[in-house]
């Protein structure tokens, strides 16, 4: 009985070791066809002519182990646009199959905006032979974040060039370059590019006392999207939602966060729980921004900046409070890799996921 019984055991390893082999093989030949996916058929150029919003950051700044801070991905025919680089931006993009050159645009300064700028720019420089440097739009003080990225990562591009050589890593492609726009006074908004058939207007939001802060919004071949960037509720963001296919706008939940504000008072942590309260008066519950999607005609609205995380699905319901009765459009709640696409020539609204 023991022989047939360690005659058993050794056939379980050996089908063991045999199945272990099998299944390395298995993934790496998976491997092979996702990397072969992706170098010959990138997501941007594969996608119908249109207007496609990509998220790469629906979170805030608060640690998410499934949002990643801010980022959204505008693609306007064959042209890529990025709002705001928050940490994680670059290696989520690139999950997603979103590269290629690109234009960041930044909403305001605040360090989950911003913080993984630096990355979105090595990324762009190491995936493709560019000769220019990232071309970072923002209000003024953008030129004071270019420089310091640009400073804190000079190193690193010298080391590179130097690893791979000019060609590979030609030294006139790293690095930042600021393109400062301001709005004039008595205005809302001022149009800061207009190229390819895309329009992109910036225009005032509300975060005091950040300032200044600007959302976006792009028009392209008839369709339209509106980026509200951190605020609370504004007239100027209803202003230019008016009658937008898409409206991505920031969402807090108070009640939420107010759970937390009560635990950390409860541990006797005074600074967090001032903190809980203080952010509440410049960000938008998920109600107001449905308020402003109904009141003004939104045709879908996406909520991002997801503050607090939400580890448990179960927690979407309370989070979203009665948005879903103010407005009974389409209403989602932002996740990474979430792609909602606009086709040119329509009125469609899509949503799908890219690989995460």
Not at 125 to 130: A, P, S
Not at 225 to 250: C, F, M, N, Q, W
Not at 284 to 309: F, K, M
Request: charged share 20%.
């Amino acid at each position: 009985m023991k022989r047939v019984f360690t005659g058993l055991l050794v056939v379980l390893v050996l089908l063991a070791a045999v199945a272990w082999a099998v299944r390395g093989k298995i993934a790496v030949r998976l491997m092979e066809r996702r990397l072969e996916a992706a170098m010959t058929h990138p997501v941007v150029p594969s996608l119908p002519d249109g207007l496609h919003v990509a998220i790469c950051g629906a979170g805030g700044p608060f640690p998410d182990g499934d949002r990643g801070g801010p980022c959204t991905a505008v693609i306007a025919g064959k042209r890529l646009f990025i709002v705001d680089t928050g940490e994680a931006a670059g290696r989520t993009l690139g999950r997603m199959g979103v590269g290629g050159d690109s234009v960041v645009l930044l909403t305001h300064f605040h360090s989950d905006h911003i913080d993984g700028l630096g990355n979105v720019a090595l990324q762009r420089w190491g995936g493709g032979n560019l000769t220019t440097p990232l071309q970072l739009y923002g209000p003024p003080g953008v030129e004071r974040v270019a420089a310091g990225f640009a400073e804190a990562y000079a190193l690193d591009s010298g080391y590179r060039t130097a690893h791979h050589g000019p060609v590979v890593m030609p030294p006139s492609g790293a690095g930042i370059q600021a393109r400062p726009f301001a709005i004039p006074g008595g205005q809302d908004s001022v149009v800061v590019l207009e190229a390819d058939g895309v329009k992109i207007t910036a225009f005032k939001v509300d975060h005091g006392p950040v300032e200044p802060a600007v959302g976006y919004r792009f028009d392209y071949k008839g369709r339209s999207v509106v980026i509200s960037g951190d605020t609370a509720p504004s007239p100027v963001v209803a202003k230019y939602a008016r009658g937008v296919d898409l409206l991505v706008h920031e969402a807090l939940s108070t009640p939420l966060v107010t759970l937390i504000r009560e635990a950390a008072l409860k541990a006797g942590n005074t600074k967090r729980a001032q903190i809980m309260l203080d952010i509440q008066n410049y960000h938008t519950s998920p109600s107001a921004a449905a308020a402003i999607a109904r009141d003004d005609g939104v045709g879908a609205l996406l909520l991002n900046h997801i503050v607090p995380p939400l580890p448990l699905r179960a927690l979407e319901g309370p989070f979203l409070g009665d948005a879903r009765k103010v407005f009974t459009g389409p209403l989602w709640i932002a996740r990474d890799g979430d792609l909602i696409s606009l086709p040119a020539g329509g009125k469609t609204i899509t949503r799908s996921s890219l690989p995460q």
